[in-house]
């Protein structure tokens, strides 16, 4: 066989696609092209799944009735400095469903640990301009919310009759300890499986927010946004 010439070398590199070039590559080193088919697939499969996890789904972890409020008045949501590392994995265009825990409302005998609405997160993760607080902690940095879905006052989805299902709880018997964070991670079985129940429980969150900032705000509240309105 005889050697090409600088030009037609030079002429093929140029119309060769990244593949063709990859493939004779494969050949002169003796290797086999599914060897390079493999790697490729791998990289588009990671591709995929950075794509993935960039749109996150998480259960928001409500333990605070006034916190909750004001979440669901001021479409806010805030972080103290101790959830702050796993907040700034929120972007915006995550799924939120806003779990409600038995002690929100203050009386744990009487309530269940419920799944009441959904959101989405309509900003990026930053510093709040003036912290909030709730009891005794405060919290500097937060996000914005659209709130999509929510459940009349007192109603639903009962966690714990579904942890058996899901895969964010692997030890099921004592699946309360993953509910230790503000964050937790749902993958798309967990997070359509609440969906659907949360689905046939759920109202226009207009119909719905006016009981549940009743109940969680102290009378002489009145959040930023009704006071714009009022104005």
């Given at each position: 066989m005889s050697e090409e010439s600088p030009g037609v070398r030079l002429r093929r590199s140029r119309s060769e696609t990244d593949w063709q070039r990859g493939h004779r590559q494969d050949e002169l080193l003796g290797r086999s092209p599914l060897t390079?088919?493999?790697?490729?697939?791998s990289e588009d499969c990671q591709l995929a799944w950075r794509r993935v996890l960039a749109m996150g789904s998480y259960l928001l972890v409500l333990g605070d009735r006034q916190a909750l409020a004001w979440?669901?008045?001021?479409?806010?949501m805030a972080f103290s400095e101790v959830s702050?590392?796993?907040?700034?994995?929120?972007?915006?265009?995550?799924?939120l469903l806003l779990y409600t825990t038995r002690a929100c409302f203050r009386n744990p005998g009487r309530d269940r640990g419920r799944v009441v609405g959904q959101a989405s997160v309509?900003?990026?993760v930053r510093q709040l301009a003036a912290p909030v607080t709730f009891g005794e902690r405060m919290y500097t940095i937060g996000c914005s919310l659209s709130l999509h879905l929510?459940?009349?006052?007192?109603t639903g989805v009962e966690l714990t009759d579904y942890v058996r299902q899901m895969h964010a709880f692997?030890?099921?018997d004592v699946w309360m300890i993953y509910l230790r964070?503000?964050?937790?991670?749902?993958?798309?079985?967990?997070?359509?499986?609440?969906?659907?129940?949360?689905?046939?429980?759920?109202?226009e969150p207009g119909k719905a927010?006016?009981?549940y900032v009743a109940h969680g705000t102290p009378p002489r509240y009145q959040s930023p946004r009704r006071r714009r309105a009022v104005r």
């Open positions: 390079r088919l493999e790697q490729t697939r979440i669901l008045a001021d479409r806010e702050a590392r796993s907040a700034q994995r929120l972007r915006s265009g995550d799924n309509s900003s990026e929510l459940t009349p006052f007192g692997p030890k099921a964070r503000t964050l937790v991670a749902l993958d798309d079985h967990d997070y359509n499986l609440l969906m659907r129940l949360l689905t046939e429980l759920a109202v927010i006016p009981e």
